[in-house]
């Protein structure tokens, strides 16, 4: 499978301002997502990342304060903006479609620890 | 839409005995089933899926899971467990556009 890599791994974060996130794949894939893992929690999609296009976001998420992009078939980003304390999460990527193949298994990052104080 | 139910948050079990994780869904379109695993302080790890075939399903380390279209079940199970177990479970279901709906999760604490 994909080897998935994210940065940064980990951050605190000061309430007010943005974190962008990174997400890296070796290897092309069809597709990219953004999940968040709020604590204790399971975990939640917040959007499709979609390449060279807009990000197709959940219900409960928006663009303005998760923009998203995904400039080729194996790098997206993740933007949490205007952070609160609310905002404290694992935030996982993950790819399917390794090769252009079928989507249907989802592989996941090691994940972001944020959190804002 | 779909959706995932895991009946159990929490699963204590001593090594060795055998245990069975409940998964039950909902979903409108062809069914596609996971189960992932995320041991401490880690990311999620795929355990095993179901896609189409066989309704009885394996993993490397001794899980399996059967899925059960009556039931609209597909729970986790394993003869024997062991110490390094102890993680915490999420099943998963497809949707149509490929985005994953979770579960709420089960803690699954082996006891020595």
């Known amino acids: 499978s994909a080897v998935i890599s994210q940065k940064p791994s980990r951050d605190i974060c000061q309430r007010g301002t943005s974190l962008t996130i990174q997400c890296q794949v070796d290897s092309q894939v069809t597709m990219m997502f953004w999940y968040r893992q709020q604590p204790g929690q399971s975990l939640t999609l917040i959007a499709t990342?979609?390449?060279?296009?807009?990000?197709?976001?959940e219900s409960g998420f928006v663009i303005d304060k998760f923009p998203i992009s995904r400039p080729n078939l194996t790098f997206s980003t993740l933007t949490v903006s205007n952070m609160s304390p609310e905002d404290s999460s694992i935030y996982l990527c993950?790819?399917?479609?390794?090769?252009?193949?079928?989507?249907?298994?989802?592989?996941f990052g090691p994940g972001t620890r944020l959190t804002v104080t | 839409a779909q959706s995932v139910t895991q009946l159990d948050s929490q699963v204590p079990v001593f090594e060795e005995a055998p245990v069975e994780l409940r998964c039950n869904y909902s979903s409108s379109v062809s069914v596609y089933l996971f189960w992932y695993v995320q041991y401490p302080n880690q990311g999620l790890q795929l355990l095993l899926k179901?896609?189409?075939?066989?309704?009885l399903v394996e993993s490397i380390n001794g899980f399996e899971a059967e899925f059960n279209k009556s039931q609209t079940s597909f729970h986790l199970r394993k003869p024997s467990v062991h110490i390094s177990d102890t993680a915490e479970y999420f099943c998963?279901?497809?949707?149509?556009?490929?985005?994953?709906?979770f579960g709420s999760g089960t803690q699954l604490t082996v006891l020595p």
């Open positions: 993950s790819v399917a479609g390794e090769g252009g193949g079928e989507a249907y298994e989802q592989y």
């Open positions: 990342a979609n390449q060279g296009s807009e990000a197709t976001y």
């Open positions: 179901y896609l189409s075939g066989s309704t």
């Open positions: 998963a279901v497809i949707g149509s556009a490929r985005q994953l709906t």
